[in-house]
């Protein structure tokens, strides 16, 4: 296993965290600093992934931003009491599979959440971690230059309002 450097940020807003998560890549992408995972709480906000169609899964955004966003998947919400999870980590060439970083990712948390005692499980033909038959862990990621960003949102302690106002991934 090789290290990562884990940074706890607090509460970042969504377009500050993005810039973080670019500043982080740029530097992967040169060889220069670590393999790193952040991990924060976002102000509400939603954000669309590369789908084509994830404007259209916005139903009522009211004053809460969206933001386009380059990872796979369609709309979700990030909201207070959310863990954040932004892996960014320089792909070796055996992990340059983008299903199997998901896979990996969703193996991670379903370990998180049986250390909680909770069981996690994935559901066959979809990205992310259920539990006791309901979503728990969403999922998207994006890769530049074999240098994965964007991550997961667990939610933990969080209102689910947000949800309500969108088709979610």
């Known amino acids: 296993m090789r290290p990562l450097h884990v940074r706890r940020e ?6 500050a965290a993005l810039k973080l998560q670019h500043e982080l890549v740029t530097m992967r992408q040169r060889g220069e600093g670590e393999d790193t995972l952040l991990l924060l709480e976002h102000p ?5 992934g590369r789908r084509r169609t994830s404007q259209d899964n916005v139903l009522m955004p009211g004053d809460t931003p969206v933001v386009q966003v380059e990872r796979g998947g ?4 990030h909201g207070p009491g959310q863990l954040v999870g932004y892996p960014i980590l320089a792909l070796h060439d055996e992990e340059r599979d983008i299903h199997g970083v998901l896979r990996r990712l969703e193996d991670a948390m379903i370990s998180v959440l049986g250390r909680c005692e909770l069981e996690g499980v994935r559901r066959d033909g979809f990205t992310g971690v259920w539990c006791e038959g309901r979503k728990l862990v969403s999922l998207g990621v994006a890769v530049r230059d074999w240098v994965t960003f964007h ?4 939610n933990v302690n969080c209102s689910l309002d947000g949800f309500r106002r969108i088709n979610p991934c």
């Open 44 to 48: 509400d906000v939603f954000t669309l």
């Open 10 to 15: 607090g509460v970042v807003d969504y377009e």
């Open 151 to 154: 991550g997961f949102a667990l």
């Open 74 to 77: 369609d709309v979700t919400w």
